[in-house]
Structure formats: C-alpha cells, structure tokens
C-alpha cells in the first residue's frame, strides 16, 4: 500500500479511509444480516403481516423526520470520529438487547418496534456524520471515488450478508443471525480507534455555533442542488421501499422460504454492487441529466420488476432495478455533495439523508397498506410510476429554466467562498 493506487481503488492509498472501509464491511455486512433476520421474525410473530413489517420500517426510519437536521448540525460542530464512536457503541448495544430476548425466546412484537426506534435515533446522527466525515478522511480531490467506494463496500455487504442470514435462519433462527450482527458493531469501533487524526482533512469550523437554517437556505438558494434533492425526496418516498416489497414479494408472491427471501435481496444488492463499482470511475460532479435519467431508469425498471412472472425473472428485473437504484443515488448524492460549500456540507448531507430515508417512514405506512389490501406487487407497481412520473417532470423543469434567459435565471443567496467556487459546476 505504499504507492499510490490508481483507477477505481484509488481513495485507498488513505490509510484512514483504508481502516473506515474494512471496518465499515464488516458492520454493514451484520446490518444487512440483521435486517433480513429482523423482516423474517416479524413476519413469523405476525402471520406474513405486510402492515406489521411497515411499522417496524416507519419507526426505524421516523427519528430522521425529527432529527436528521440536528445530527447534522452537531456533525459540522463536533468531532465527526468521536460522533461515529459512540454511534457504533450505541448501536451494538441496542442489538444485543434484541438478541438476547430472541435467544431467551422472550421477544415479543413490541420488542422489535422499540428497537427498530432506537436504532433509528442513532442513524439519524450517524448517517449524515459518516457521509460528511468520507470528506475529511481522503480530501475533496477523492471525495467522488470515496464516496463511491462507501457504496461499493456497502454493497457487497448487502450481497455477502442476506445470502448468509438467509441460509443461517433456516438452519438455526434468526436469533444467532442478530448475535452476529451486535458483534459486527466492534469492527467499527476499532477501525474509527485506529485512525491518525492528525492526518484528517479538516474543514473550516464555522464563527459561531452552526445554525440548521443556514444549511436550508445554502440549498434552497442554489437551484442545481434543489433539483436532484427534490428527485430524492420523491423518489425516496415511493421508490426505496425495498426493504418492504422484497420480503412480501418473496413470501407471499412466490411462496419462497428465509433462502429465497435472501436470494432476491442478494440479486437485488449485486445489481447495486455493479452500478456503485461503474461510479468509480467518476471523477467531476455529474450533470443534472445523469440523474434525471438515472431516476427514469430507475422508475422503468421498478415498474417492470413488480410484473415478473417468476422467481427467476424477478432475481434478474431486481438485480437490474438495483443497478439502477444505487447509479441513481449516486448520482445525486455526488451532485448535491460536491456542489455544497464544505462549510455547511454536514447540514447539506443531514438534509439529504432526512428527504432520503427520512421520508421512509410515510412511504413504508403507505406500501405497506398498500400491500395489504391489492397484493405485494402493487408496491413495486406504484414506487415505478411515481418515479418516472418525477424524472419526468424534474426533465421538464430543466429544460425550462435552460430556455429562461440567464438574466431571469435566480441568482444564490449568498457569494460563494473560493473553496465553494471550486464545486459548482
């Protein structure tokens, strides 16, 4: 590792992002494990319940409604690695409660709701903290590659780890599953320990104590960051609803087991692994018709997944659906993160992940119903629409204001700094 490595591998010539990514494997690798083992127990406790398993996703997603934006506040004020820490401790402890009320066969419905809101809370400060702190592990010249990377990472986890869950609960259950899971959590603790904090690429700290509203107005004042982060919250809304569609799709659709359930999830996340391994390659922030079209993409394919009329043909429509989902995500997130003054970027990508995930919540509710009453497919159905109804209308909107001439075009709300300069493009 002492020479630097070029092409797509490149940000891990930084032996702090070398650490943060082996640790971050292993942890993401036990999450998504969790989560298939989680979605399997509530569907036992409650007889394939499509309403039940919308309330657990809602109550782990809520907490970003309410405080994403303060996570990201306290991420441009605070040590980010310190932050992480004690998220990662946090986290690991919460697991190990729920596993042990499923290994002493105690765990009862609400167990997993309590749960499901306390790990919520953590991620609302964790997530927008770990997307910000990529920044100051490799520099904005591998922010893109980094940031890319993290997906990659995340991904072969999501590959690695339902396929595994998936065969471990039907041998053993889903409490050992969970057991592996709260230990994954060490891996990030000690990776975060590891690092030389000498070698971070700091930030400017602000004046005076950021303000949330300050991060709002940087993007409501910058209308190529408004565009793409519209398109998530939509998106995210009524698209990325994976975590509900996959396991009813794969219970009550083709009548599979927990193997099955972890083949389609591990379909879907091989797609995402190819797609976030292409946006390696990126070097420049991408254009607002890279994600228009990627959202289009994404929307068609979502769409024609929800008619496949086999297993198979499934595992092949998600894998493609995934591909196109994280292409998409990407997408916007490196056009919305490198287009933001580093100043408030821990706001930037508080805001991000609150119309992202945070609107997770009303979506799994409404798919979940949804589900409930016209079938498993009906989500899939309507998350495909909706985005290619969004894609089609943020096409529209570009091309009109492209046509207003330049003078008439709204101007930012504020100068941007030298360091600001070099992002917008």
């Known amino acids: 590792m002492d020479k630097k490595l070029t092409g797509m591998f490149r940000s891990l010539s930084v032996r702090n992002f070398r650490l943060f990514a082996t640790g971050q494997v292993v942890s993401v690798a036990g999450t998504w494990m969790m989560v298939m083992a989680q979605d399997w127990l509530v569907l036992s406790l409650t007889g394939d319940s499509g309403t039940a398993l919308g309330t657990v996703t809602a109550l782990q997603f809520a ?13 441009d004020r605070y040590d980010k690695r310190r ?8 986290s690991g402890t919460l697991a190990g409660a729920l596993t042990g009320l499923v290994l002493s066969g105690a765990v009862e419905l609400w167990h997993v709701y309590l749960f499901a809101l306390g790990l919520g809370t953590v991620n609302a400060v964790e997530v927008p903290t770990r997307m910000a702190f990529v920044g100051e592990l490799v520099g904005a010249e591998l922010l893109t590659n980094a940031s890319a990377l993290s997906a990659a990472y995340f991904n072969i986890a999501r590959v690695i780890g339902p396929g595994v869950a998936g065969l471990l609960v039907s041998v053993a259950g889903t409490g050992p599953v969970m057991l592996l899971n709260a230990v994954s959590y060490v891996a990030t603790v000690l990776a975060l320990r590891m690092m030389r904090p000498a070698e971070l690429q700091l930030s400017a700290k602000p004046s005076d104590r950021p303000r949330t509203v300050d991060g ?8 190529d960051l408004l565009l793409p982060m519209a398109l998530v919250a939509v998106i995210g809304l009524f698209g990325f609803n994976f975590q509900l ?5 794969a219970k ?9 359930f972890g083949l389609l999830t591990t379909a879907f996340a091989a797609g995402s692994l190819l797609a976030a391994l292409a946006t390696t390659a990126r070097r420049g922030r991408p254009s ?11 929307g068609l394919l979502t769409t024609v997944a929800g008619w496949a009329p086999g297993f198979l043909t ?32 821990g706001r930037v990508m508080a805001l991000y992940t609150l119309v992202f995930q945070g609107s997770t919540p009303l979506g799994a509710l409404f798919v979940g119903r949804l589900s409930q009453e016209f079938g498993a497919r009906s989500g899939l159905y309507v998350g495909g629409i909706v985005s290619l109804a969004a894609a089609t209308a943020a096409y529209g909107v570009q091309r009109t204001r492209r046509r207003r001439p330049r003078s008439e075009r709204p101007t930012p709300s504020h100068q941007p700094s030298r360091s600001e300069g070099a992002y917008r493009r």
């Open 252 to 260: 009550t659709v083709f009548h599979t087991d927990a193997t099955g």
């Open 216 to 223: 709002l107005r940087h993007v409501t004042g910058r209308p």
């Open 314 to 345: 499934a595992a092949l429509l998600l894998a493609l659906t995934g591909f196109a989902a994280i292409y998409f995500a990407q997408a916007a997130n490196h056009r919305i993160q490198l287009g933001s003054d580093p100043r408030y970027r």
């Open 83 to 90: 932050l992480l820490i004690a998220a990662g401790l946090v």
């Open 288 to 298: 607002s018709r890279t994600v228009i079209t990627a959202a289009f993409a994404f």
């Open 63 to 75: 907490p970003f409604l309410l405080l994403t934006l303060h996570g990201g506040r306290l991420a």
């Open 245 to 249: 569609t996959l396991p009813l799709v």
